[in-house]
């Protein structure tokens, strides 16, 4: 008989939907449950693709005992992280100030009134490594609200008053200037593995935003070493176990320090991030290794991901079917020296040894994952083509990971502007048309009439939630990188819409700092605000930069301010957590270069020497400069206006901080303008 969750949209919520577990969805009315019954609420937090979600449910929300205990003494409330970041920020904060650490799945036991008195994450079904049971943990909380009441109730308001009392200092509204950047890469060299790239150690998540940072940094003072940095990280992790050798795509994170062994869950987020990061590597060295890994990551999303209805689904899991029956992690992905053999014949001994594939593995179980190791000498790129070509239809065969298809507003919008640059930088147009559908589907459904975003929408269907500031930010930088690629006003407009609900109802008006949830939203037992850039560019900085991008594109003074107030957070934050903060500190490039404003006008749009010039514009290096192109005399983008053509010719105004250079219809000097 199905739970209360069958009725849910969240692909995660509906995998719980047949346990015996009597879930609730998070809502008034599970409290109102839990007064009515005098019983404690137990919050149950994680996502579709988290590997140990699924095995505490397999262990425990699917055994009939313990869902008979849990329905008996307890609410229990089942949350989609992804699709309610508030709730699990609020509860995640609550869970690392008391134990000191995190994790999904997350376990919560909360008051009735939304107080949390006890945390966890993963529980076992029997104690083991000094971890009580699962079961023990229910009994222990059960026994506590039932005999200890006073003290319970005590603990949850200590609680809450801790977490109202640990603001943060975020610097102050003043932007950062030329010594913040520098701190922050002289950090970023301490922590550097200059042995593998990346940074710090096991496990070693990809550092897209500190990557985007370290290219801009480069481009405004041509520091070698960020250079170097970016350049070496992106090799070692192209050439790791965590880039998809055969399907492009990067996984999570890596378990090692030195890429071999991946986490195997591909999140969207990552993959629009690093894809863009790639394509702008290639833009600044022109590394072929770049390019193919960015157009095989923009690939990867369209094929694997895009749903039927333009968007982009959230992630593919970890585990899938081994052949067995079983479920197992990277079963998709792994492969044995006999299954090269099965597949390839007598091209299995190069296979083995161009995607370092041994006898012991790397992986479990004698399997290992392909990576592609330096080698002396040159491999037959035509027989190299043929045997990933094989591999990949072979593997096709295999069970296939799990697909999450709820939309996701801010990954989409993500998506978004890494498929538009793309797209443009390697003239491929399939990838700006997917970019198109995913940012009309962001129209068409996510939007409402007052240009208010919903977080999620599956199958063409909008989610209850309404959209937090990383939405907003994200969307709006999705948008506005459309604006500049494709030259229609109306993402430029929609991008304006965003930004204007950002400053009326994210922004302290005091302070300048954002808030991660509108000033309207559901109200939890604190307003959540993160500045940190982690997994993705927090709702903070995101925002600062897509303010800063829309101001450079229209002149929008208050945006402008905005953004450079929010960015006080860089100063407090870039010299002592400079991996913590990559894309403020990438947005603070762009504040010191400027940005730089550049006006592309031609007799018309698909004139080949407008097109000559858009392309050069695009591909300039000057940091989050941003474009405008249209036919001389347009009124659809703000920087067209009084842009005559110079002797009838295809013409580039280049401008930053209220001055601009003589205009110029020659390709080499509009590329030395932006360099």
């Not at 605000?529 to 925002?543: E, I, V």
């Not at 592309?600 to 941003?626: E, F, Q, S, Y």
Request: charged share 25%.
């Amino acid at each position: 008989m199905p739970n209360r969750l069958a009725h849910e949209t969240s692909p995660y919520l509906l995998q719980h939907a047949d346990n015996p577990v009597d879930w609730w969805p998070w809502s008034e009315a599970a409290f109102a449950e839990a007064r009515e019954r005098g019983l404690p609420v137990h919050l149950s937090v994680g996502y579709s693709s988290c590997h140990w979600c699924h095995v505490l449910a397999r262990e425990s929300f699917q055994d009939e005992a313990v869902a008979d205990y849990m329905n008996a003494h307890f609410v229990n409330i089942k949350v989609d992280r992804e699709e309610r970041p508030d709730v699990d920020a609020v509860y995640m904060e609550a869970v690392q100030a008391a134990t000191g650490q995190g994790g999904w799945p997350m376990t919560v036991f909360l008051t009735a009134d939304a107080e949390p008195f006890y945390f966890g994450t993963y529980f076992p079904p029997a104690p083991r490594h000094g971890m009580p049971s699962f079961r023990q943990v229910l009994e222990g909380v059960r026994s506590a609200w039932t005999d200890r009441r006073d003290e319970v109730a005590e603990v949850a308001g200590k609680i809450v008053r801790d977490l109202a009392g640990r603001e943060i200092s975020y610097g102050d509204t003043q932007a950062p200037g030329e010594e913040q950047p520098a701190a922050a890469l002289l950090g970023l060299t301490r922590e550097y593995d200059a042995q593998r790239g990346g940074f710090g150690g096991a496990p070693k998540f990809p550092p897209s935003m500190v990557v985007e940072f370290l290219l801009r940094h480069h481009a405004r003072t041509g520091s070698e070493g960020a250079l170097q940095m970016a350049s070496d990280t992106c090799e070692r992790m192209a050439r790791g176990g965590i880039y998809d050798q055969l399907g492009g795509g990067f996984a999570r994170y890596s378990v090692d320090r030195d890429w071999v062994v991946p986490h195997f869950e591909k999140m969207l987020y990552d993959n629009a991030l690093l894809c863009r990061v790639y394509a702008h590597l290639w833009r600044t060295t022109g590394s072929e290794l770049a390019r193919r890994v960015a157009l095989e990551t923009a690939d990867f999303m369209v094929r694997e991901l895009r749903t039927a209805e333009g968007g982009f689904a959230s992630a593919l899991d970890a585990d899938s079917d081994d052949g067995t029956g079983k479920h197992v992690e990277g079963a998709y992905y792994v492969w044995t020296p006999g299954q090269l053999g099965e597949v390839l014949g007598e091209d299995a001994e190069l296979a083995a040894h161009y995607f370092g594939v041994t006898e012991e593995g790397t992986f479990e179980e004698g399997a290992s994952v392909l990576q592609l190791p330096q080698h002396e000498g040159v491999f037959d790129a035509e027989k190299v083509e043929s045997v990933k070509s094989r591999l990949l239809d072979a593997r096709a065969q295999r069970p296939a990971p799990g697909r999450d298809d709820k939309v996701v507003a801010a990954w989409n919008g993500l998506a978004v502007a890494a498929l538009a640059e793309t797209g443009a930088y390697f003239d491929r147009p399939d990838l700006v048309e997917a970019a198109l559908g995913a940012a009309d589907l962001l129209v068409r459904v996510h939007l409402d009439e007052q240009a208010r975003l919903s977080r999620t929408s599956k199958d063409g269907h909008v989610g209850p939630n309404a959209g937090v500031l990383e939405d907003y930010a994200d969307v709006a930088e999705g948008f506005l990188a459309l604006a500049s690629v494709t030259g229609e006003g109306v993402w430029l407009e929609f991008a304006g819409f965003l930004l204007d609900h950002v400053l009326a109802r994210f922004v302290d008006e005091e302070s300048g700092a954002l808030f991660d949830t509108a000033s309207d939203a559901e109200q939890l037992i604190r307003r959540p605000q993160d500045p940190t850039d982690n997994a993705a560019p927090s709702g903070w900085t995101a925002a600062a930069g897509a303010l800063l991008s829309y101001a450079a594109q229209t002149g929008a003074e208050p945006h402008r301010t905005a953004a450079e107030r929010a960015l006080g957070v860089v100063k407090a934050l870039g010299p002592r957590v400079p991996r913590f903060i990559g894309w403020g500190l990438a947005v603070a490039e762009a504040l010191l270069d400027g940005p730089r404003e550049v006006a592309i006008v031609g007799p018309a749009l698909d004139d080949p020497g407008t097109k000559a010039l858009h392309r050069t514009a695009l591909l300039g290096t000057a940091p989050g400069a941003v474009v405008a192109v249209g036919a001389q005399g347009s009124d659809e983008l703000p920087l067209l206006a009084d842009r005559p053509l110079v002797g009838g010719a295809p013409t580039a105004y280049v401008c930053r901080n209220f001055t601009c250079d003589a205009p110029t219809t020659d390709e080499d000097r509009l590329r030395a303008a932006l360099s």
